[in-house]
């Protein structure tokens, strides 16, 4: 393949992406099978839709954090080292799993879903056998634990990554695509019970095509934590961290990765935030939201919230860009897979059907139909 492609699925309000890298290796951000045996469940099977692109194993799985809607299926699918009866059949193997340090300390009777508590299992074990696994950040509560289970915290420091570094091993020169972490920070563990959407992974992904392509994964980052990213990124001066290209929106269009109000009809965005899309965001810029179809009403509890989603759309118009919904992609009645091509000279491109429409790229872009 003589190029990158990037892919978001269909899932309802849950998260999968795929990056399929020119040199064949192959990384997941995330896996939640949601489809059902219902004959009115439009989100897709994603084992199969997986296994077509994914013939032998993964380079990296990465899982933001540990709730059912970003791990449902985990254990059926993967092949697991720490237990014999998750190694029979055709299972993926994970060459590297990156999980935040959250996953690993939190307790189970906190870890609601089953395929949750099999990934911290997975993820204990690796790191105990020192190979195999990154964990995201260097709270004070982790090396307290490394030492009651008797791991000196020198033999491990190698897989261990703080906000505000890359991720080691990987830069645009050999890969292809290099990762620079925003969240976890120590203090979303140390100085608080932990809380998972506060305690996620949330990182910018940076191609090496000819204008650098970079892409934002927000997982389910909640306001407050955007704006101490954004305030801390402007601290350092590295605000070209937060640049981005393509937008993997937080929490399935949710208010509260806005601000802590809804709003009558259209969220108003913290200050922080308003900056980081508004000023951030590249010409033709795409906005993804992995989520269910938006609704009409502006009175849902639930995301994907009409405030929120009338927020991102303005962006989007602002930006000359684009808000997509997986669930609506490229249509309400068949949802598909969301496919991405990154490529060398035209930047990203976004398939619709049998034709593409160019939306990063600073060149004129193709048009659909």
């Given at each position: 393949m003589n190029k990158h492609q990037l892919k978001f699925y269909p899932l309802g309000n849950a998260d999968t992406s795929l990056i399929l890298l020119k040199n064949g290796k192959?990384?997941?951000?995330?896996?939640?099978?949601?489809?059902?045996?219902?004959?009115?469940?439009?989100?897709?099977?994603?084992?199969?839709?997986?296994?077509?692109?994914?013939?032998?194993?993964?380079?990296?799985?990465?899982?933001?954090?540990?709730?059912?809607?970003?791990?449902?299926?985990?254990?059926?699918?993967?092949?697991?080292?720490?237990?014999?009866?998750?190694?029979?059949?055709?299972?993926?193997?994970?060459?590297?799993?990156?999980?935040?340090?959250?996953?690993?300390?939190?307790?189970?009777?906190?870890?609601?879903?089953?395929?949750?508590?099999?990934?911290?299992?997975?993820?204990?074990?690796?790191?105990?056998?020192?190979?195999?696994?990154?964990?995201?950040?260097?709270?004070?509560?982790?090396?307290?634990?490394?030492?009651?289970?008797?791991?000196?915290?020198?033999?491990?420091?190698?897989?261990?990554?703080?906000?505000?570094?890359?991720?080691?091993?990987?830069?645009?020169?050999?890969?292809?695509?290099?990762?620079?972490?925003?969240?976890?920070?120590?203090e979303h563990i140390d100085d608080r019970d932990i809380e998972r959407n506060t305690a996620c992974i949330i990182m910018q992904a940076i191609f090496d095509n000819d204008v650098n392509t970079k892409v934002v994964f927000g997982a389910d980052g909640v306001w407050d934590v955007w704006n101490d990213i954004v305030d801390i990124t402007k601290y350092y001066k590295k605000e070209e961290k937060l640049e981005w290209d393509i937008f993997h929106i937080s929490h399935h269009t949710s208010y509260k990765a806005l601000n802590s109000e809804k709003g009558k009809t259209k969220t108003k965005p913290t200050e922080q935030i308003e900056w980081l899309f508004e000023k951030q965001g590249k010409k033709q810029g795409l906005l993804v939201s992995p989520s269910d179809v938006i609704p009409n009403s502006y009175d849902d509890i639930q995301p994907p919230h009409k405030q929120a989603a009338n927020y991102y759309e303005a962006v989007a118009n602002k930006i000359e860009g684009e808000y997509k919904v997986t669930m609506e992609f490229p249509s309400k009645d068949k949802p598909d897979v969301m496919v991405i091509n990154i490529e060398d000279e035209s930047g990203a491109t976004l398939e619709k059907a049998s034709t593409s429409f160019g939306f990063v790229t600073n060149r004129p872009a193709p048009k659909a139909g």
């Open positions: 192959k990384i997941l951000f995330d896996y939640a099978n949601m489809k059902t045996d219902a004959k009115d469940d439009k989100r897709i099977d994603l084992p199969t839709e997986l296994n077509k692109d994914v013939k032998n194993d993964y380079d990296v799985v990465i899982f933001s954090h540990a709730d059912e809607d970003h791990v449902n299926g985990f254990s059926d699918y993967f092949f697991l080292e720490h237990n014999e009866d998750f190694q029979k059949g055709s299972r993926k193997k994970i060459k590297d799993l990156w999980v935040p340090a959250a996953i690993i300390l939190q307790p189970d009777k906190d870890i609601k879903h089953d395929d949750g508590k099999l990934l911290k299992k997975e993820a204990k074990y690796r790191l105990k056998n020192k190979k195999g696994v990154k964990i995201f950040s260097k709270p004070d509560k982790l090396k307290d634990w490394l030492e009651s289970e008797n791991i000196k915290y020198d033999d491990v420091k190698h897989l261990l990554v703080n906000a505000g570094e890359n991720v080691p091993g990987w830069s645009k020169e050999n890969d292809g695509i290099e990762f620079f972490v925003h969240s976890p920070f120590s």
